[in-house]
């Protein structure tokens, strides 16, 4: 099995900036990652989980929601079996769960608010 857990959320200003980690274990993950990617998604009160970016193994190639092109920056340091979401200049909306993802795994989630 693989283990996912969410890190780094909190309560944060409009135009401020917070680091996610996801760190993994299980001596699978690794191979998951290579063969789906990994993704953050989010979940807003009241409305249904989005997709927020994604990355590949070898790191150079990203995708990112239209949402927070610009402002978020996807990452990840295999040697610690981690993956992080840097999210700049964040905006009310932002506030959500976050939730990191491998192929049928997720993590427990972090709560991002983001105040007016």
């Known amino acids: 099995q693989v283990q996912l857990v969410e890190s780094g959320g909190g309560l944060v200003q409009a135009g401020g900036s917070l680091r996610l980690s996801c760190a993994a274990s299980?001596?699978?993950?690794?191979?998951?990652?290579?063969?789906?990617?990994m993704g953050w998604f989010r979940q807003a009160p009241g409305k249904e989980r989005e997709f927020v970016a994604r990355?590949?193994?070898?790191?150079?190639?990203?995708y990112y929601a239209d949402s927070v092109k610009g402002r978020f920056t996807i990452s990840r340091d295999n040697a610690k079996n981690t993956v992080y979401l840097q999210m700049n200049s964040l905006k009310p909306e932002d506030t959500a769960v976050y939730y990191c993802?491998?192929?049928?795994?997720w993590g427990q989630g972090t709560q991002v608010t983001v105040s007016s």
């Open positions: 299980g001596r699978t993950f690794s191979s998951y990652f290579m063969a789906y990617g």
């Open positions: 993802g491998v192929y049928s795994y």
């Open positions: 990355i590949n193994w070898s790191g150079d190639d990203t």
